[in-house]
């Protein structure tokens, strides 16, 4: 007799869970918001305008299984139907989700008409949760910045400061490669860095973004890349600056052309006496090129000073050659572990 008594209340139960008013059942007794009612599942839609584009699934289950066994304890908030019949979500899609994935077919909310007081706590709330991804917080920044809030009214409303904010707002403006690393939550203060160099150089960022996974990009990283492109400007700004060599390159002349070319000046009379040829010759040969006469720069590595090779290319152009003093060691160094120490006009 008691099993089946037990049965009996599972099944009731049971029913009660698919009708959605399990949810009622289990709120224990806490008093109704002003306006709150229960509103079938199938007639609530999303807000096109949500900032939130996704859910942790992890999370997503936890709240299902809450709302499974004590039901939604905070009404949603929702417009009024349209000719559809369908309310658009205000608030609370996150239990809106759960309920759905907790089986229940309707849910309690509280029907208002949407005002820009009510979008603005919209947003603010969705700012606020620490899941959302920088670009989803981007979007809302965005959003109120376009209902007319100024930059000091959203910082007052997040707790923020205006720099922050100006600077999320500035995403909306920034290349698309950067906001795709937004979107998997790069932080938002590097990406301004990012987009600083990018206006520099565009391929060195492209290269960055292509290299370094979206939770590895910090304020740390890109400041060794800034560092990497600023020591090949000055690299390329040294080369375009440097005085051009007066003269070729000496060429060995092939062997046996001095002995032709005296047989040939004998054969036309045009022979001359030591003294002469030597001094023609002090005219008419290249001179040497003075190294120490082109500028040159003095940089530093693991504590030890040289001089970089501006004109011997290096393997790759991450690199750079420096002869250090001294020692007269010639080594091939990345150029984001090389300081600029001076450079020198002889």
Not at 83 to 97: D, N, P, S, T
Not at 190 to 202: G, P
């Amino acid at each position: 007799m008691a099993e089946k008594k037990f049965g009996s209340t599972m099944q009731t139960l049971d029913r009660l869970k698919k009708s959605g008013d399990l949810a009622a059942l289990t709120r224990k007794n806490k008093p109704a918001q002003a306006g709150q009612r229960d509103i079938p599942l199938d007639a609530i839609v999303p807000d096109p305008e949500q900032p939130r584009r996704h859910f942790d699934k992890d999370q997503l289950a936890s709240l299902a299984e809450s709302i499974r066994t004590q039901g939604v304890l905070q009404a949603i908030t929702v417009q009024p139907a349209d000719a559809a019949g369908k309310h658009v979500l205000i608030m609370g899609e996150r239990r809106f989700q759960a309920a759905k994935l907790a089986g229940l077919t309707r849910i309690p909310a509280v029907v208002r008409e949407m005002t820009d007081a009510l979008r603005m706590a919209q947003l603010t709330e969705n700012v606020q949760r620490a899941d959302l991804t920088t670009l989803e917080v981007a979007e809302a920044v965005a959003a109120m910045r376009a209902a007319g809030q100024s930059r000091s009214a959203i910082a007052e409303a997040l707790g923020w400061n205006e720099g922050e904010v100006s600077r999320f707002a500035a995403l909306a403006k920034m290349p698309d490669a950067l906001r795709d690393v937004a979107a998997r939550n790069a932080p938002i203060r590097a990406l301004s860095d990012l987009n600083t160099l990018w206006k520099k150089d565009e391929a060195a960022v492209r290269q960055f973004l292509s290299e370094t996974e979206a939770g590895d990009i910090s304020r740390v990283t890109v400041e060794r890349l800034r560092g990497e492109i600023e020591a090949k400007q000055a690299a390329h700004d040294m080369s375009a600056t440097a005085p051009p060599e007066p003269f070729g390159p000496q060429v060995e002349a092939p062997r046996g052309t001095s002995d032709a070319s005296a047989e040939r000046r004998d054969a036309e009379g045009q022979g001359s006496e030591p003294g002469e040829a030597t001094a023609a010759a002090s005219q008419t040969a290249p001179r040497p090129r003075d190294v120490s006469a082109s500028p040159a720069l003095l940089v530093r590595h693991a504590g030890q000073v040289g001089r970089a090779l501006l004109d011997q290319p290096a393997s790759n152009t991450k690199s750079v050659l420096i002869r250090f003093e001294g020692e007269g060691r010639l080594a091939e160094v990345p150029l984001a572990e090389v300081e600029l120490v001076e450079l020198l006009r002889n």
